[in-house]
Structure formats: C-alpha cells, structure tokens
C-alpha cells in the first residue's frame, strides 16, 4: 500500500467558513470545505463529482449538518453526503471517495 502524500491546497482563509471550494489534486477535482466550529477539524474533502446528476458540482452544495453528520447537499438534486465519510445518505450505492484534510500553518492540505 502507498502512504499518503499531502498536497496543499490554498489558504484556510480563502475558503469562505461553511462554503466550500473546488481544487485540482493529482488530476482529479476535490471538493474541499472550511467547517466554521467543527470538531475535530475544520476542514473536509471530498470528491467534486455527483454521481446521481453525473456532474462534478459538490464544491458549490450548501454545507449543514443531519443530526450529528456534517454534510453538503448537492446543489442538484440535493442529495446529502456525509463529509467525513463521503457516503450519499440517500443513496449509499452513490458514495463518493473522501480524503484526508488538514490545516497546517494556516495552509489547507488533502491527502492523496
């Protein structure tokens, strides 16, 4: 097994709290969001692409919380995925890959 690479992203301060944004990781596009207030960290990543409208458009869904999962909801369809997880509540078979994150002198860093 590979170990991780960390790559960093941009500045925690140029992702707007409770927003979150695209970034080209390796080639492929990562949706990564500033979670104002969340424990144990305030960043999260997960994969930009939608598979339920086959578009990759989840950097721009609106970030809130189902009981206690952080999540965004699609800016489509709005179907719900779990942050830390990746998986689509309402339909699981739909999942995407999340990464790891982390803030580190100020700088957002995602693990390849």
Known sequence: ?????????????????????????????VAVFHVAGSAPQP?????????????????????GNLGDRIVVASPIYKQHFDLATGECLE???????????KVEGGTVWVAR
Do not use: F, K
């Open 1 to 29: 097994m590979q170990a991780s690479r960390w790559i960093p992203v941009c500045p925690l301060d140029d992702i707007v709290p409770n927003t979150g944004v695209c970034a080209l990781v390796d080639g492929e596009q």
């Open 43 to 63: 960043v999260y990543a997960i994969s930009n692409y939608d598979p339920n409208s086959d578009a990759a458009v989840l950097s721009r869904g609106l970030v």
């Open 91 to 101: 339909a699981p078979a739909n999942s995407v890959h999340a990464y790891a994150a």
